[in-house]
């Protein structure tokens, strides 16, 4: 299933870079013309930018195919969801840690492997605080261990958004020394053929500047997204420790309350132990 939607997201960009490199060439057309016609859209807009283009296409497929893979991977249901998160509240509520780590085990998402290797730690002979800090320590070494794979995808979206200027600037300045090199040794200056060749070296640079304008943007917002699902099954370990911790020593609790807390209770038992002894005396 998995395999067919990553085709389908494939063919349906493919579909969409082609219609991005044809529409402005055909907008383009229009405006000047017949004579501009005779060459083909795709030498206008691709092959017309010299062998440097090669590097950008491929580039410019890798990162569409990039967000879509990010955001497929990023997906919520593969971290934290929500029905296993309250089921393993609940189970660690009933302080049944077993029976946690056995869902957890089950389980292939992110939180599933946290907490199955989490709660391990969980220390049975300290019922004040279970050995949280133990927990809290697994849960750090985790996630550390966890992060490079998380944000491997993630980071070469900041990779192709930061070469694809520095390409395109390359191909762009390759085509201006060529360009002022024929004008040294022809020593004329034709306007028409100077533009001409600064515009196709120029492509280079309008290429780059795209793909970064689409990887950058995207880069910064997974990453939030990646680190947002992290923090979610952290605090569902953090949740799950305190429902545990609170189960069995909720009682403790309330028996460690300071004298006099009470109040008017305390009072009221005061006044009704000063009647007694009073009646005893009359009585004597």
């Given at each position: 299933m998995k395999s067919m939607i990553t085709r389908f997201g494939v063919r349906a960009l493919s579909l969409l870079t082609v219609a991005m490199i044809t529409l402005p060439a055909l907008v383009f057309a229009q405006e000047e013309g017949e004579a501009a016609t005779k060459k083909s859209m795709i030498d206008k807009w691709v092959v017309d930018g010299g062998w440097t283009m090669i590097p950008l296409v491929i580039?410019?497929?890798?990162?569409?195919?990039?967000?879509?893979?990010?955001?497929?991977?990023?997906?919520?249901?593969?971290?934290?969801?929500?029905?296993?998160?309250?089921?393993?509240v609940a189970l660690m509520s009933e302080c049944r840690v077993q029976s946690a780590i056995k869902l957890a085990t089950e389980s292939p998402t992110y939180l599933g492997r946290l907490v199955a290797y989490a709660l391990p730690n969980v220390d049975a002979n300290r019922p004040e605080d279970l050995g949280k800090d133990a927990v809290s320590d697994a849960v750090t070494?985790?996630?550390?261990?966890?992060?490079?794979?998380?944000?491997?995808?993630?980071?070469?979206?900041?990779?192709?958004?930061?070469?694809?200027?520095?390409?395109?600037?390359?191909?762009?300045?390759?085509?201006?020394?060529?360009?002022?090199?024929?004008?040294?040794?022809?020593?004329?200056?034709?306007?028409?053929?100077l533009a001409g060749s600064i515009s196709v070296a120029l492509l280079t640079t309008f290429w780059g500047l795209i793909i970064s304008l689409i990887a950058l943007p995207v880069f910064y917002f997974q990453k939030k997204i990646a680190q947002s699902r992290e923090a979610d099954c952290v605090n569902a370990v953090e949740d799950m420790?305190?429902?545990?911790?609170?189960?069995?020593?909720?009682?403790?609790?309330?028996?460690?309350?300071?004298?006099?807390?009470?109040?008017?209770?305390?009072?009221?038992?005061?006044?009704?132990?000063?009647?007694?002894?009073?009646?005893y005396e009359e009585e004597a």
């Open positions: 580039l410019f497929f890798l990162t569409l195919m990039l967000v879509v893979y990010v955001a497929m991977q990023l997906n919520k249901k593969y971290f934290a969801p929500a029905a296993l998160r309250d089921e393993l070494d985790f996630t550390a261990n966890e992060r490079p794979n998380l944000m491997r995808f993630v980071d070469l979206l900041a990779l192709a958004g930061s070469t694809a200027p520095t390409i395109g600037l390359f191909g762009t300045i390759q085509g201006m020394v060529e360009a002022f090199g024929v004008l040294a040794e022809t020593g004329q200056a034709d306007p028409t053929t420790m305190n429902a545990a911790i609170n189960t069995l020593n909720g009682e403790a609790m309330l028996a460690r309350i300071p004298e006099g807390f009470g109040g008017d209770d305390e009072e009221e038992g005061a006044d009704e132990e000063e009647y007694e002894e009073e009646e």
